[in-house]
Nanobody
Framework: QVQLVESGGGLVQAGGSLRLSCSAS????????MGWYRQAPGKQRELVAILSSGGSTNYADFVRRRFTISRDAAKTTVYLQMNSLEPEDTAVYYC?????????WGQGTQVIVSS
């Protein structure tokens, strides 16, 4: 089992920044992709950014170079630096990891961007 704990969400004004963190514990050997999804009220969960075990990244089009995904050297903590936040970025952000083709999710952290 892998446990994921997210932090860093909150309320920010449009144009501001937030940094989300997600720490994995438990069976962290064999972690493959790590990333972030988000779900806004009334909408489906969508990909924000993914970081592969090899270091390649994939971002959603709406990120538009505003967000950066990264991880620590131990590859057990993944970060999402979010700049130039917009009200449309308001959502619950979920951390995600893939371990041996099994998906694990965090509990979510709320991000609210006020206009």
């Amino acid at each position: 089992q892998v446990q994921l704990v997210e932090s860093g969400g909150g309320l920010v004004q449009a144009g501001g920044s937030l940094r989300l963190s997600c720490s994995a514990s438990g069976r962290t050997d064999g972690l493959n992709a790590m990333g972030w999804y988000r779900q806004a009220p009334g909408k489906q969960r969508e990909l924000v950014a993914i970081l592969s075990s090899g270091g390649s990244t994939n971002y959603a089009d709406f990120v538009r170079r505003r967000f950066t995904i990264s991880r620590d050297a131990a590859k057990t903590t993944v970060y999402l630096q979010m700049n130039s936040l917009e009200p449309e970025d308001t959502a619950v952000y979920y951390c995600y990891v893939d371990r041996f083709a099994y998906d694990y999710w965090g509990q979510g952290t709320q991000v609210i961007v006020s206009s």
